[in-house]
């Protein structure tokens, strides 16, 4: 998955493409039944060939989260989208119609914000 993103500590950046990075994510299996999942921040500049997006070393996985978001119809035809941390599974068990929606990162720079 790529992802855009200028972070604040990269200043007027004048690489080609834009900034971004990319994660990579798959399942691990055991005996054809997946056992867990691994989420990788890729930081091989060799990765980025041809992607429109270059990595600064700046980004780092540990101030990142990755969630899913998910979408139900209602039965009045009303939409629903929210963050899939499991949450609807007890609040409205009776609607098992969710779909994934997309997949976003949330990334935290409070770390290089200026307050006045």
Not at 38 to 49: A, G, H, N, P, R
Request: charged share 25%; glycine share 6%.
């Amino acid at each position: 998955h790529i992802y855009r993103f200028k972070h604040p500590a990269t200043g007027s950046c004048t690489q080609p493409g834009e900034c971004g990075f990319i994660i990579k994510s798959r399942f691990h299996y055991k005996d054809a039944v997946p056992v867990n999942y691994k989420v990788e921040l890729v930081t091989d500049s060799e990765c980025y060939i041809d992607t429109g997006v270059h990595y600064h070393d700046v980004i780092s996985a540990r101030d990142m989260s990755w969630y899913n978001v998910v979408t139900l119809t209602l039965q009045d035809g009303t939409k629903l989208d929210t963050v899939d941390w499991g949450w609807w599974r007890y609040w409205l068990p009776a609607d098992t119609e969710w779909k994934f929606k997309d997949r976003y990162v949330a990334y935290n720079v409070s770390d290089y914000m200026v307050s006045k």
